[in-house]
């Protein structure tokens, strides 16, 4: 299996959102019919990083564009605030500019396999 990288932990806070697995219907006179659409909810974490260095920087875009090819590969992640190992896969890069000399700045959101 693989594993996300040695770098530093991202800045805080970290998000974590909850995919609702149920499915909903209204009717005409107000009333709802509910059921579970999935067996289980995944959770999507997003991690920031708001001053990587360049090298630590170098690393993950190593991992993100040849080792697991954004979300072709599942991996394993630790969650740092739990210590709790978890698969999943990367589902959004973004916001990723240098912010200051040798400093990047990158979002990740990893979701749940």
Do not use: C, H
Not at 74 to 80: A, E, H, I, K, Q
């Amino acid at each position: 299996m693989i594993t996300f990288p040695e770098i530093r932990p991202p800045s805080y806070p970290i998000g974590m959102e909850v995919e609702d697995n149920s499915l909903r219907s209204n009717f005409e006179d107000g009333s709802m019919q509910s059921r579970v659409k999935f067996t289980r909810s995944r959770a999507k974490y997003t991690l920031k990083w708001n001053s990587l260095p360049q090298d630590e920087y170098e690393i993950l875009y190593e991992f993100i564009t040849k080792k697991v090819k954004y979300s072709a590969q599942s991996f394993t992640w630790t969650n740092p605030a739990t210590n709790k190992k978890i698969e999943v896969r990367i589902t959004n890069v973004s916001n990723v500019e240098l912010s200051t000399l040798d400093y990047w700045t990158i979002t990740l959101e990893l979701t749940e396999v």
